[in-house]
T-cell receptor
């Protein structure tokens, strides 16, 4: 079966660092993706990991451990505009998305 | 903006009716996939179209069907609407199956369907 778990909600303070975890159990694996979705808007691509390790992209970093079925998205120097849902997705033949983590950034 | 456009943006139907949703892919993209996103949930894969043929389908009944046209635009049709079909329907385009080499999907803003 296909199963992806993420925390439902998280809250953090402006300027802080937050880590959003994702665990997955899927029949196949061809990359793990993170998307950002602001309320009422389309998801937009943030990052992609296919090999173990950390990928850094400005204030955003994503980590993958394939043996543990685990990934996290790290957001540094949080800004109010980072308040959004963050979707973890595994690509096999197609994409399987997790339920999303709704992040609220407070002043 | 991704260059993927969907229409209509909002619509209301009653149970048992049929609906057609449309998607224009980003220029240069040959693959379109459709997702259903219920409120507060992640997108659920419906199916993918590549070179005008269905290539992969999620756990959705046959009353969900689609088309892809020679210009790579696409339609999603849902027959015999049920209350649980109320959701945001997202279209995503890419160059190649499942996002191609980069894996990146480019999403439209979605069509919000309400079934009464």
């Amino acid at each position: 079966g296909q199963n992806i778990d993420q925390p439902t909600e998280m809250t953090a303070t402006e300027g802080a660092i937050v880590q959003i975890n994702c665990t997955y159990q899927t029949s196949g694996f061809n990359g793990l993706f993170w998307y950002q979705q602001h309320a009422g808007e389309a998801p937009t691509f943030l990052s992609y990991n296919v090999l173990d390790g950390l990928e850094e992209k400005g204030r955003f970093s994503s980590f993958l451990s394939r043996s543990k079925g685990y990934s996290y998205l790290l957001l540094k120097e949080l800004q109010m505009k980072d308040s959004a849902s963050y979707l973890c997705a595994v690509r096999d033949q197609n994409f399987v998305f997790g339920p999303g983590t709704r992040l609220s950034v407070l002043p | 903006e991704t260059g993927v456009t969907q229409s209509p943006t909002h619509l209301i139907k009653t149970r048992g009716q049929q609906v057609t949703l449309r998607c224009s892919s980003q220029s240069g993209h040959n693959t379109v996939s459709w997702y259903q996103q219920a409120l507060g949930q992640g997108p659920q894969f419906i199916f993918q179209y590549y070179r005008e043929e269905e290539n992969g389908r999620g756990n959705f009944p046959p009353r969900f069907s689609g088309l892809q046209f020679p210009n790579y635009s696409s339609e999603l049709n849902v027959n015999a609407l049920e209350l649980d079909d109320s959701a945001l329907y997202l279209c995503a385009s890419s160059w190649g199956l499942a996002g191609g080499n980069t894996g990146e999907l480019f999403f439209g803003e979605g069509s919000r369907l309400t079934v009464l």
